[in-house]
């Protein structure tokens, strides 16, 4: 069955370290993206992509980025990591149309000591 | 920019009791509105989502909504709860660009 994976499911990293979480697809979906999910927010959008090669920001993209070399794979890197970017993250993909649902991974919960 | 707002923040309700969970939305538009379940430690699973047609949407798992333009809001419902729907419940709004805004989230807690 065509899933949407993510790992590692839990990490746990230092201040200042980069860190990259994996985000994988086989429904050939157009679209994916990143979000940050935390207490009392719901989920915030960290960026996005339409295809291979686009990368968009979101509403709280700074002090992360992505990149779409394949229409299968989103990483998410996170350059420098902090405290306040603790969180659990979630990874999503749709087909293209603005009603299509978007279908949701597993998360990653990531703590930054 | 479009944004929801779900006023409760925690319901508490008995096995076999209706459930509603409160959505309100802003966009200017014509709003595509989704309700999605979390379960502990899992992943969002879509409920329903309404995008035109009937204001009344019928879900999964015994789940329906109710949009109602004059008053920005997507109700979600459910006529006799299971200790299974336990979890935590967003609404969203979807704009033209495919882009989802989540509401804060309703954790729904089930009790005997």
């Known amino acids: 069955d065509a899933e949407i994976t993510q790992s590692p499911r839990h990490k746990i990293t230092e201040t200042g370290r980069q860190v990259t979480l994996a985000c994988h697809q086989t429904?050939?979906?157009?679209?994916m993206f990143w979000y940050r999910q935390d207490l009392g927010h719901g989920l915030r959008l960290i960026h996005y992509?339409?295809?291979?090669?686009?990368?968009n920001k979101g509403e709280v993209s700074d002090g992360y980025s992505v990149s779409r070399s394949n229409t299968e794979d989103l990483p998410l890197t996170l350059e420098s990591a902090a405290s306040s970017q603790t969180s659990v993250y979630f990874c999503?993909?749709?087909?293209?149309?603005?009603?299509?649902?978007?279908?949701f991974g597993p998360g990653t919960r990531l703590t930054v000591l | 920019a479009q944004s929801v707002t779900q006023p409760d923040i925690h319901i508490t309700v008995s096995e076999g009791a209706s459930l509603e969970l409160r959505c309100n939305y802003s966009?200017?538009?014509?709003?595509?509105l989704f309700w999605y379940v979390q379960s502990p430690g899992q992943g969002l699973q879509l409920l329903l989502k309404?995008?035109?047609?009937?204001?009344l949407v019928q879900g999964i798992k015994g789940f329906e909504a109710e949009f109602k333009r004059s008053q920005s809001s997507f109700n979600l419902r459910k006529p006799s709860v299971h200790w299974s729907d336990a979890a935590e419940y967003f609404c969203?709004?979807?704009?033209?660009?495919?882009?989802?805004?989540f509401g804060a989230g309703t954790t729904v807690t089930v009790r005997a």
């Open positions: 999503a993909s749709s087909v293209q149309r603005t009603t299509d649902t978007q279908y």
């Open positions: 429904w050939n979906h157009n679209n």
């Open positions: 992509s339409y295809g291979v090669q686009d990368t």
């Open positions: 966009y200017g538009a014509t709003p595509y």
């Open positions: 309404y995008f035109s047609g009937d204001t």
């Open positions: 969203a709004v979807g704009d033209d660009d495919y882009k989802l805004s």
